[in-house]
């Protein structure tokens, strides 16, 4: 399956702890995204790389939250200092950055967190 | 700043029984409308994409239109894998994050 991974799948931490996701994309798109999904709502825009470069950050994104994707290839998003307001499913996605079909972005399996 | 309501949050219909799903939005320049089902507890998975309006896209029993103020996603004799919740989003000209409603979780009952 060459659909966009994301591992962990499911991360269940404590209050005050620091945790980190990872995303690999589609191998051949150059576009990668984040977004925050909580229980009844559609997913919301976190931010957004081409090839290493962080182009776009939501308000949504606190100084809390850093994303990076050093290569241009798999991306980590780290949370520090987690709070129970973080609890919800991180889905990323991507997406090719130019031609007929670029605006298309498919999603990966995303990963639960549970702050306790 | 973007906006996308979908009506109605829930919808039940018995299996053979066509409906529609509405997406109505508000965007400064629409780049693309797109309509993505979810299973529970999984991503989105991409259905259709639309460009302007009058253009329609079919899949199956699905089939998606686009006004210049809303779309609307058609299912034709549903069956009880259809079961899932639809979304629809916008990107608009100037950027590349798509904006999400809320969605509307649809259920075939046999």
């Known amino acids: 399956d060459t659909g966009v991974s994301q591992n962990p799948r499911h991360k269940i931490t404590k209050r005050g702890q620091n945790v980190t996701f990872r995303c690999d994309p589609i191998?051949?798109?150059?576009?990668l995204y984040w977004y925050r999904q909580t229980l009844g709502q559609g997913p919301e825009f976190l931010t957004y790389?081409?090839?290493?470069?962080?182009?776009?950050k939501s308000r949504l994104l606190s100084d809390r939250f850093s994303a990076e994707r050093p290569k241009g290839s798999f991306s980590t998003l780290e949370i520090q200092r987690t709070e129970q307001g973080d609890s919800a499913m991180y889905l990323c996605?991507?997406?090719?950055?130019?031609?007929?079909?670029?605006?298309?972005?498919?999603f990966g399996p995303g990963t639960r967190l549970t702050v306790l | 700043e973007d906006q996308v309501t979908q009506s109605p949050e829930a919808l039940r219909l018995q299996e053979g029984e066509s409906s529609s799903l509405n997406c109505s939005y508000t965007?400064?320049?629409?780049?693309?409308l797109f309509w993505y089902r979810q299973d529970p507890g999984k991503g989105p998975e991409f259905l259709f994409t639309?460009?302007?309006a009058g253009e329609e896209k079919e899949k199956e029993r699905l089939k998606a239109t686009l006004t210049k103020k809303e779309s609307f996603l058609h299912i034709t004799a549903p069956k009880p894998e259809d079961s899932a919740t639809y979304l629809c989003?916008?990107?608009?000209?100037?950027?590349?994050?798509?904006?999400f409603g809320e969605g509307t979780q649809l259920t075939v009952n046999p």
């Open positions: 996605a991507s997406s090719l950055g130019q031609g007929s079909s670029y605006n298309e972005q498919f």
């Open positions: 191998s051949e798109h150059n576009r």
């Open positions: 790389f081409q090839n290493e470069a962080q182009l776009e």
């Open positions: 965007v400064s320049g629409l780049r693309g």
């Open positions: 639309l460009y302007s």
């Open positions: 989003a916008v990107r608009e000209t100037s950027g590349s994050r798509l904006t």
